[in-house]
């Protein structure tokens, strides 16, 4: 199983960016996947999760401002991130929660 993320980069405060994840080598319409970020000198922390029939939930700090989603045909998990903030800066990771299996991460950068 391997995941890879994409879509990361630098955006201005109130900008807008999409992640992805493309998941490989395993029936991934099932998995119930999800998206961590880590900002420097913190935790990793659960920003968002989606199950295998499309339940969500969200961190209370991304609520209204973060859409998980995915595409079963392209094996891919979305995050799109809307009125991004300068405290939403960190490296975002995707992960196989029921394979306990993680991306390597892309940096998001929120600065003017």
């Known amino acids: 199983v391997q995941l890879v993320e994409s879509g990361g980069g630098l955006v201005q405060p109130g900008g807008s960016l999409r992640l992805s994840c493309e998941s490989s080598?395993?029936?991934?319409?099932?998995?119930?996947m999800a998206w961590y970020r880590q900002a420097p000198g913190k935790q990793r922390e659960l920003v968002a999760s989606?199950?295998?029939?499309?339940?969500?939930s969200y961190a209370d700090s991304v609520k209204g401002r973060f859409t998980i989603s995915r595409d079963n045909g392209k094996n891919t998990v979305y995050l799109q991130m809307d009125s991004l903030k300068p405290e939403d800066t960190a490296v975002y990771y995707c992960?196989?929660?029921?394979?306990?299996?993680w991306g390597k991460g892309t940096l998001v950068t929120v600065s003017s």
């Open positions: 992960k196989n929660l029921d394979m306990s299996v």
């Open positions: 080598g395993i029936f991934f319409a099932g998995m119930h």
């Open positions: 989606i199950t295998g029939v499309y339940v969500t």
